[in-house]
């Protein structure tokens, strides 16, 4: 077979234990697309969840990737985060680079209306991060910042960092992003946002959006908002259960905890909304040049299994790491 009829694809084989595998492309179809990769990008969060066997069995359904192949635990292949180049398709798509939600592969077909092409003003190599842009705008909507209002944003992950870095272009807002790892302060200074530790964190927050991915997160957010404050869990535990106290400043305060997840737009923007135009909304956001700063770390796509259960572990510090493809366009 050539290169382009052949797909070199990871799989978590096992729970903690990944692989390359390789399997042969379909013929292309009409209004199909093939695909060269040129970068991916590990959503860190999720996959570290599906890398290590804990997606829980009644979100197996929910959890499905678009093109994922194959059924958790495992094996499957999973991932949403590929920026490539189109080899073959229709002639407007044709030589162009596209973001698409496909796990890490070289090579792969999807329908052309599966793939967005990358504007020209965003790097290749930070399109990357379009999936996790998408999911801070869901985000931010599900919190609704207004105008002059105090927010804390806890975890400063790739998905919590780019929340605090969204609430603070609207104007007045007043942001704070909190983390455990002082060394994210260098961060949040790269995006242009206050930092502090949990310890340092205001009070009397209008709104806290929690980012952390752990239960003492959730715990802070009930105690940093203030009166009929609401607070917007973006964390998913997994098989984990979280207790958090009910009894105390959230009754008598009147606070609202509501759940935001990417798979849901908000209701009242889903009759002008789809997720071909939110996915459009994150792509063109990703301009800015100090974005460059949630990639942590880049390795060729060949050493993923050597290096996944490092990128996975309990005590990663990983951002968003990039794997760059080596078949990929020198530009």
Not at 11 to 31: C, D, F, I, R, Y
Request: proline residues 7%; glycine residues 8%.
């Amino acid at each position: 077979m050539l290169p382009s009829d052949t797909a070199t694809a990871f799989w978590v084989t096992s729970p903690m234990h990944g692989e390359l595998k390789q399997q042969p492309l379909a013929t292309l179809e009409e209004n199909e697309v093939r695909v060269r990769a040129l970068y991916s990008g590990i959503s860190r969060g999720t996959e570290s969840l599906v890398f290590n066997g804990r997606v829980p069995a009644s979100e197996f359904s929910r959890m499905r990737a678009p093109f994922q192949a194959g059924e958790f635990p495992a094996p499957v292949k999973y991932g949403y985060c590929s920026v490539g180049r189109v080899e073959q398709g229709p002639d407007a798509l044709l030589n162009k680079t596209v973001f698409c939600l496909f796990p890490h592969q070289d090579y792969y077909t999807v329908p052309a209306s599966a793939v967005l092409e990358v504007p020209a003003n965003v790097p290749a190599k930070r399109a990357v991060l379009a999936a996790n842009m998408e999911t801070a705008v869901n985000g931010v909507w599900d919190a609704e910042p207004m105008l002059g209002e105090r927010i804390c944003v806890i975890g400063a992950g790739v998905v919590g960092a780019l929340v605090a870095y969204l609430c603070a272009q609207v104007p007045g807002v007043k942001v704070h992003l909190i983390d455990i790892n002082s060394e994210r302060r260098h961060l949040a200074e790269q995006l242009g946002v206050a930092f502090c530790t949990p310890e340092q964190a205001p009070g009397d927050q209008d709104c806290v959006i929690h980012a952390s991915g752990h239960p003492e997160g959730l715990r802070q957010a009930l105690e940093l908002a203030g009166s009929e404050g609401r607070i917007v869990e973006m964390s998913w535990f997994g098989e984990g259960s979280v207790s958090v106290p009910l009894g105390g400043a959230f009754h008598s305060q009147r606070l609202t905890l509501k759940a935001s997840q990417v798979g849901q737009l908000p209701p009242k923007l889903r009759p002008r909304w789809n997720y071909q135009r939110r996915l459009a909304l994150a792509l063109s956001l990703l301009v800015d040049d100090r974005l460059d700063a949630l990639i942590s770390g880049e390795s060729d796509f060949e050493q993923l299994p050597a290096l996944a259960p490092q990128l996975f572990g309990a005590e990663s510090t990983a951002l968003c790491h990039r794997l760059r493809y080596s078949q990929r366009d020198p530009s």
